[in-house]
């Protein structure tokens, strides 16, 4: 969904760097998500940030942070890269006000390799 | 907790004919169950969801869904396939009082041949 942008989309570095992963969205929603996907593991939630000041651990979040730095930056950081953390990052977004199912719009991912 | 369980890694089907991507799903109390699909080099897209009421539900590119609540399933389905619909497709769910906080399966690659 072009009104979710991830940057950078591959990213390879090495272990013990530190790597941001930024999400942008025009959509006006007030809810975003971290996922990372993993194969035959389908998404796994990382972070959820429900407003500017409201930011929430996920299912796996070890070894990662999040900054909400406004309505429509979500960024996503490594502090020290390992290479179990290689894998393909989605952001997502929500509308709670869209209806009682506030249906989850994700961006196009950012593969991420750590040597 | 709730869990989705997608027991196909992978379907193949020939160009035309009907196709289904199972889905069997765990969760206390009514669900919210969703459908997404994967193309390649992008991200997940939305293809449709049940809230409640009608057990069938239909979305996007001609696929629907049938919710059966005494198997606990969600299975997709489409009556022809397109060889365009070879993706990877992802069903989840969502309890009605946990938020937004969804589960997904592990995923089914759909492989459509002409």
């Known amino acids: 969904d072009a009104d979710v942008t991830q940057t950078p989309r591959n990213r390879i570095t090495k272990t013990g760097k530190r790597i941001m992963l930024e999400c942008s969205q025009t959509?006006?929603?007030?809810?975003m998500y971290w996922y990372r996907q993993d194969p035959g593991l389908g998404l796994r939630l990382i972070y959820y940030?429900?407003?500017?000041?409201?930011?929430n651990k996920g299912e796996i979040s070890d070894g990662y942070s999040v900054s909400r730095q406004a309505q429509a930056k979500f960024s996503l950081s490594l502090e020290s890269a390992i290479p179990n953390q290689t894998a393909l990052y989605f952001c997502?977004?929500?509308?709670?006000?869209?209806?009682?199912?506030?249906?989850?719009?994700f961006g196009p991912g950012t593969r991420l390799t750590v040597l | 907790a709730q869990s989705v369980a997608q027991p196909e890694d992978q379907v193949n089907v020939a160009e035309g004919n009907p196709l289904t991507v199972k889905c069997t799903y765990s969760?206390?109390?009514?669900?919210?169950l969703f459908w997404y699909v994967q193309y390649p080099n992008r991200g997940l897209q939305f293809l449709l969801k049940?809230?409640?009421?009608?057990?069938l539900v239909k979305g996007s590119y001609g696929f629907e869904a049938e919710f059966n609540k005494s198997q606990t399933s969600f299975h997709l389905k489409k009556p022809s396939a397109l060889v365009s619909d070879s993706a990877l497709y992802f069903c989840?769910?969502?309890?009605?009082?946990?938020?937004?906080?969804?589960?997904f399966g592990g995923g089914t690659r759909l492989m459509v041949k002409p």
């Open positions: 969760v206390s109390g009514n669900p919210y």
């Open positions: 989840a769910v969502r309890p009605h009082n946990a938020g937004n906080m969804l589960t």
């Open positions: 959509k006006g929603h007030d809810r």
């Open positions: 997502a977004t929500s509308d709670p006000s869209s209806g009682r199912t506030d249906t989850q719009y």
């Open positions: 940030s429900f407003d500017v000041k409201d930011i």
């Open positions: 049940y809230i409640t009421g009608d057990n």
